[in-house]
């Protein structure tokens, strides 16, 4: 385990004692410097006009919207010991929005991005929010999606909230109420390692379980909990292959599939067998700390990975995972026949 900040590629003069003050003069010059960080594809007109401009074409456009907000979503400084980075945070904002443009089968064409920071925020960590956003657009594969403006404002904790718009290309976009009796319920990304991190990085660093070090494995999870990696390319791929619903995972397999169950008036039925394929790098995790890795998989969040129905499992990707099948009945989710006694994430009972 490290107690260094997670962003070792942000460069290395950024230098968390420098300060920038929020008066008229301290806010032009934030939004400069953040302009100047922000790297992406460029927008039709914006910024620097009260509205951005963008392209719709075939005149319709998918959007989404997304908040982080400190000690909620993040801690700038976990029980573990490390340290969230300003690179993280925009990498993670970048990251959840994206795939929710993914999961209707679109392809992201802009963003606007509001910041709100107290006064004493660095302001080096500040850019580097900017240098991670720009990062994960590119790296994730959404580089032509611009960064077309945003605002900036004063608060009592970091914020970032993120707008992302998407266009379909003539196609028509993917949604939950799509599945039916006898389809395929298949996934495609990470499932658990995410949620893995972030017990590791709730883990007090005085406590007997983080004696050791991080394995690799277990750096990976925390790794995918800071950045996560959605597989973006994999929307228009399923949309192609006839998807009948489809949804971004973000607060654990089964609560999102009940979702889709409710969505669709149909039965998710899960078998627990299917899904060995990425246990491995939850295993020295689940040791640790005494969990079984298998609980991570199927109610662990923020990996961002997609779940997706199809009529025969002909119809799913290569790369995908069929994972069980669609049933007729009162809307629920099902794992090996039994109903769950937990289900995931749910942001205001907090579990």
């Known amino acids: 385990m490290t107690a260094a900040s997670s962003d070792s590629s942000v460069p290395s003069e950024y230098d968390d004692a420098?300060?920038?003050?929020?008066?008229?003069?301290?806010?032009?010059?934030?939004i400069g410097r953040l302009l100047s960080r922000y790297r992406s594809a460029p927008a039709l007109l914006g910024p620097g006009d009260d509205a951005a401009m963008i392209a719709a074409p075939d005149g319709r456009f998918v959007i989404s919207v997304d908040t982080l907000v400190e000690d909620q979503d993040f801690r700038v400084e976990w029980p573990s010991g490390?340290?969230?980075?300003?690179?993280?945070?925009?990498?993670?904002?970048?990251?959840?929005?994206?795939?929710?443009?993914?999961?209707?089968?679109?392809?992201?064409?802009?963003?606007?991005?509001?910041?709100?920071?107290?006064?004493?925020?660095p302001l080096e960590w500040v850019e580097g929010v900017a240098l991670g956003f720009s990062a994960a657009l590119e790296q994730l594969g959404a580089g032509r999606c611009s960064i077309a403006g945003g605002d900036v404002g004063r608060s009592g904790e970091i914020s970032i909230t993120a707008a992302v718009t998407g266009h379909l290309s003539g196609a028509e976009p993917r949604v939950r109420s799509g599945a039916r009796p006898h389809h395929v319920i298949a996934v495609c990304g990470h499932l658990g390692a995410a949620g893995a991190g972030l017990a590791l990085l709730d883990q007090p660093a005085s406590s007997g379980v983080s004696e050791r070090p991080w394995s690799s494995d277990e750096q990976r999870c925390v790794d995918l909990q800071l950045r996560p990696e959605p597989p973006l390319r994999e929307g228009p791929v399923a949309v192609v292959r006839r998807a009948s619903s489809m949804m971004d995972?973000?607060?654990?397999?089964?609560?999102?599939?009940?979702r889709i169950a409710r969505a669709s008036g149909v039965v998710m039925a899960i078998d627990s067998s299917a899904l060995t394929f990425d246990l491995d790098v939850l295993r020295d995790a689940g040791e640790r700390l005494e969990i079984n890795p298998l609980n991570w998989t199927l109610t662990g969040g923020e990996g961002h990975a997609l779940l997706a129905t199809y009529a025969s499992l002909e119809d799913v990707p290569s790369g995908?995972?069929?994972?069980?099948?669609?049933?007729?009945?009162?809307?629920?989710?099902?794992?090996?026949?039994?109903?769950?006694?937990?289900?995931?994430?749910?942001?205001?009972?907090?579990v």
């Open 82 to 121: 490390v340290r969230t980075s300003g690179y993280d945070v925009g990498w993670k904002s970048a990251a959840q929005n994206l795939s929710d443009i993914n999961a209707m089968g679109a392809i992201a064409t802009a963003a606007v991005i509001s910041l709100s920071l107290p006064r004493d925020t």
């Open 18 to 30: 420098a300060r920038f003050p929020l008066d008229s003069s301290g806010e032009e010059r934030l």
């Open 249 to 258: 995972i973000s607060d654990g397999l089964l609560r999102d599939a009940g």
């Open 320 to 350: 995908w995972h069929a994972i069980g099948e669609v049933r007729a009945g009162q809307p629920q989710v099902l794992v090996d026949n039994h109903e769950p006694s937990a289900l995931g994430f749910d942001h205001f009972s907090g």
